[in-house]
Every structure is written in C-alpha cells, then in structure tokens.
C-alpha cells in the first residue's frame, strides 16, 4: 500500500500533467477502471475523461496548487485556486483516490469566486 506522501505525489504528478498537457504521463497515472465526477459531469469513464475534460487546461490563464492532504487509507485532498481567460479567479477542491500509485477516482467540486 502507497505511503500518503506517495498518494500526495501521484496527485502533484496529475496536476502537473494536467497543466501540460502531458496526456501520455496522464494516461500512466490514471487507471483503466477510472471514474470521474465533478458537478458537470456524472461518474464518467477515463475515456470520457480524456475526450472531455483533460483538453480544457487552456481556458485557464494561471492554476495554482494551495494545499495537498493525505485523507485516510486512499485518498487525497487538494484544494487549488485559477484564473479563467474571461475573468474571474476561482478556488475548487478534489478528493482523488489512488490505489497502488493510480488514480481510481476523481471528485471534484467547485467553489466560488476567489476574489
């Protein structure tokens, strides 16, 4: 079993490549069973994820990772704050679980303005 410095690890490394663009380190992170939810989008697939959601890093201007926390057995927290193209900054919190160093699921939720 992953150490939560190696969950919280994983995690740095989605987001990182997330921001790339780095879908072939993305695609090593994220397991084939993946899920992912946020408010837009039901417990979609890692297909899914891929064609919808993965290619949206250039809407946003800066993203800035605030805080990592190891939660129980499999979980991590991340809370990061983003500026959109249009305006506005933004702060949203993931729980993204990771089991044997990939992410299984993906949880998002989306706060308010920042500022």
Do not use: K, W
């Amino acid at each position: 079993m992953a150490t939560g410095a190696e969950r919280a690890q994983t995690a740095q490394q989605m987001f990182d490549s997330y921001r790339a663009q780095d879908r072939a380190t993305a695609e090593a992170l994220i397991a084939p069973d993946f899920v992912f939810t946020s408010p837009q989008d039901d417990h979609i697939d890692r297909a899914a994820y891929f064609e919808r959601c993965f290619p949206t890093a250039d809407r946003f201007t800066r993203q800035e990772l605030l805080h990592v926390v190891e939660v129980g057995a499999e979980d991590v927290v991340m809370v990061y704050e983003y500026d959109v193209r249009d305006g506005g900054t933004f702060r949203n919190a993931e729980l993204l679980t990771v089991v044997d160093g990939r992410l299984t699921e993906v949880q998002v939720f989306f706060g308010g303005a920042a500022r």
